[in-house]
Each structure stands twice: as C-alpha cells, then as structure tokens.
C-alpha cells in the first residue's frame, strides 16, 4: 500500500485543495481517480473506502480521511514545519474564516449531486445548471474581493506565505474557469491568483493540468 494514498477527481475543487497542501507540505503520494463524471462515487467500490460518496479521501498514517478542510488541519497537526496557518490565534481564525466562504458555502451548492438533483428532480436543463454554477461561483469570487480588499497588501492572502485561506480561494477560482466565469470585476482575487500560479503546488495540482487530454495533440 501506498504510503500516501489520494482518492481524487481532476476537476474535483476540494481535491485539488488536499494535492496542494500536500505538495506544499512536501509529502510524497499517489492518486487515484474516482471518476465523478460517471458516478464511481457511488459505486461499491468506492463504498469501500469511505460512506461519504464524495472526494477527496487520504489515507496516511494507517487511517482514511475526508472533507478537505479536516485533512488540511490534520496534515497541519502532524507535519507543522511547513505551516498553512500563520502563527496569530486572531489570524487563524481569519484565515480559517476566508477558507470556509467557499468550502462551507459557496462550493457545496455546485458539487455534481446537487447538480444532478437539479438536472433529475427539477428538470433543469444544461444552460441553466450552468447558470447556477456561474452564479454561486460569481457570488464566491464577490465575497472574497470583499475580504482580501480588507487585508493589508501581501503577496498572499495571509501575507508571505501561502496557506489555507490561498489554498480555498485557488480552488474557487479553479472553479470559476472551469465554469467560465469572468474574474475581471475582481482585482484582488485576479493579483492572488497570478501569484498562487506562480507556486509550483499550485501548478503542478491544478485541474487544467490533471484534465484526461491536457497532454494530448489537438
Ligand atoms: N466539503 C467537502 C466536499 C466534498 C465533495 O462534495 N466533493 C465532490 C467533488 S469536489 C464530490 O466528490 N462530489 C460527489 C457528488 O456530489 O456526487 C470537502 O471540502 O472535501
């Protein structure tokens, strides 16, 4: 068995959250991938691994875990020496607070359930579950403009060093391109984003580059 093992989507936001922060934590792992697009969340499968229907799952340390922002703490807990929290208790929770505007609340209302619920028992055609997605996205991007126009001006959210709250609004805005939502009306979220691409975790852990024919020939 893999020392670390990920049980992840290339276009899963909340996976990509967990590859960044264990590329930053410098932690070796392997992925598999749990194909969302075609329901292997569901399966029995997958069944096995965790009741949670949903990546990203980890296994390390000879136990599984879920739920993004509890492996990031988890992953902070045991290897500190690269931390994603900065050292202030108000800070923390300001950063904590930042991470959550889209891991509690803007990315659950786009996950695929809630958009096969939309499609399946509401009838909600293509356009408009896109519509849908764009909107909490867009709205996502707004409350994070508001936050970062309030932080002192740093490279990062949380000032020299990136951590959670840059690893959420990365993921966000992972989000809004893959939904094709415009980041012009917000200029501070678009100066953190060209800094996180700059950082190799990002880079190397961002869905456009896990995306099944990113690599292929036109
Ligand atoms: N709050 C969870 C999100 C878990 C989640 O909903 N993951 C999505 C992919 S980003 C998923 O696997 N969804 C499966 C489904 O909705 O059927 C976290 O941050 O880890």
Same mark, same amino acid.
Do not use: C
């Given at each position: 068995?893999? !020392?670390?093992?990920?049980?992840?989507?290339?276009?899963?936001?909340?996976?990509?959250?967990?590859?960044?922060?264990?590329?930053?934590? &410098?932690?070796?792992? !392997?992925?598999?991938?749990? $194909?969302?697009?075609?329901?292997?969340?569901?399966?029995?499968?997958?069944?096995?691994? /965790?009741?949670?229907?949903?990546?990203?799952?980890? #296994?390390?340390? +000879?136990?599984?875990?879920?739920?993004?922002?509890?492996?990031? *703490?988890?992953? *902070? #807990?045991?290897?500190?020496?690269?931390?994603?929290?900065?050292?202030?208790?108000?800070?923390?929770?300001?950063?904590?607070?930042?991470?959550?505007? /889209?891991?509690? $609340?803007?990315?659950?209302?786009?996950?695929?359930?809630?958009?096969?619920?939309?499609? *399946?028992?509401?009838?909600?055609?293509?356009? &408009?579950?896109?519509?849908?997605?764009?909107?909490?996205?867009?709205?996502?991007?707004? /409350?994070? *403009?508001?936050?970062?126009?309030?932080?002192?001006?740093?490279?990062?959210?949380? +000032?020299?060093?990136? &951590?959670?709250?840059?690893?959420?609004?990365?993921?966000?805005?992972?989000?809004?391109?893959?939904?094709?939502?415009?980041? $012009?009306?917000?200029?501070?979220?678009?100066?953190?984003? $060209?800094?996180?691409?700059?950082?190799?975790?990002?880079?190397?852990?961002?869905?456009?580059?896990?995306?099944?024919?990113?690599?292929?020939?036109?």
């Amino acid at each position: 068995m893999a !020392e670390i093992r990920l049980y992840g989507f290339w276009r899963s936001l909340a996976s990509y959250r967990v590859r960044v922060a264990l590329r930053l934590k &410098g932690l070796h792992f !392997e992925e598999r991938s749990v $194909d969302l697009l075609a329901g292997a969340q569901l399966s029995d499968e997958f069944a096995q691994v /965790t009741a949670l229907r949903a990546v990203p799952v980890l #296994e390390i340390d +000879g136990t599984t875990l879920a739920q993004s922002l509890a492996i990031l *703490e988890y992953l *902070e #807990e045991t290897r500190p020496e690269v931390p994603l929290l900065p050292a202030d208790p108000r800070e923390r929770a300001a950063a904590r607070s930042m991470a959550l505007a /889209t891991i509690a $609340d803007a990315h659950p209302l786009i996950v695929p359930r809630v958009r096969r619920y939309l499609s *399946e028992r509401l009838s909600l055609g293509h356009d &408009g579950i896109e519509a849908w997605g764009r909107h909490w996205l867009a709205e996502g991007l707004g /409350t994070f *403009e508001r936050l970062l126009s309030r932080r002192p001006p740093a490279p990062f959210a949380f +000032g020299e060093r990136v &951590g959670i709250a840059d690893i959420a609004v990365g993921s966000h805005v992972a989000g809004a391109e893959l939904f094709a939502v415009p980041l $012009d009306p917000y200029p501070h979220v678009r100066g953190l984003a $060209d800094a996180l691409a700059e950082v190799d975790a990002f880079a190397q852990s961002h869905p456009s580059r896990l995306k099944p024919d990113a690599n292929a020939h036109p």
